[in-house]
């Protein structure tokens, strides 16, 4: 299996060399992450400046890149500029959770998006931003298991994967709504910063990921690039 693996941490990111190693039992390893934190680029891309793009020896004997862009390019270059093929994009483990609304916003799922964008499947994996990459690594493994004993592959090929990181199981949930609040904080002179806080409902459905994160499970979302809203088209289609 060949894999290509980027995050929105960064190619200094504490979690990265531990998901590369794990990654390793599976097949060939490539790394392609950004020089810098890229958290909330979305699928952004950057065309109108020359980037820099360097091959770095931080991850061992794992060929590895860091590029001074998005999540979403360190894709594209990982298969476009490289001109390689894969098996199997891999982003994160993101250092924060990534769920419901803020999928949207996601640098580490914005680089999914582009793996398919290009026909490569691919799964983000996000854990709680106090936990360490260490105490999630084991559940990976298990992951894998429970996505190919349940077909998940044969019916998708987009998946975002959110770590509980003492899970009473997995769930196949759906994405889910607002799981921060939001507001903006005033600082000095004319300077704000955006914050938040996680909102948990009263009713946990734990169909939903946002909802099966504070019931204590793992869990694995299949999302679509394609945002066409199916059921109004129907309807359109239909007069």
Known sequence: MRILITNDDGIAAPALPHLVNWAKGLGEVTVVAPKIEQSGKSQAI????????????RLGDVEAWAMDSTPADCVRFGITGLKKEYDL?????NRGYNLGDDIAYSG???AIFEAARLGVPAIAFSMNYETKAEDVIDQ???ILDFMNENGLWDCGSLYNVNLH??????CIT???GMFYSDAFEKREGDYYIQVGDPIRN?????TVDTDA??????????????RTDKEVLAKLMGR
């Open 46 to 57: 950057d065309f109108f400046r020359e980037v820099e793009i360097k091959r770095t020896p």
């Open 89 to 93: 994009v891999i982003s994160g483990i």
């Open 108 to 110: 580490t799922v914005g």
């Open 140 to 142: 990976l493994d298990g």
């Open 165 to 170: 990181n003492t899970p009473e199981g997995i």
């Open 174 to 176: 759906r994405q889910g």
């Open 202 to 206: 009263e009713t946990l459905d734990i």
């Open 213 to 226: 994160i504070w019931a204590g499970y793992t869990t694995v979302t299949p999302l679509t690039h394609n």
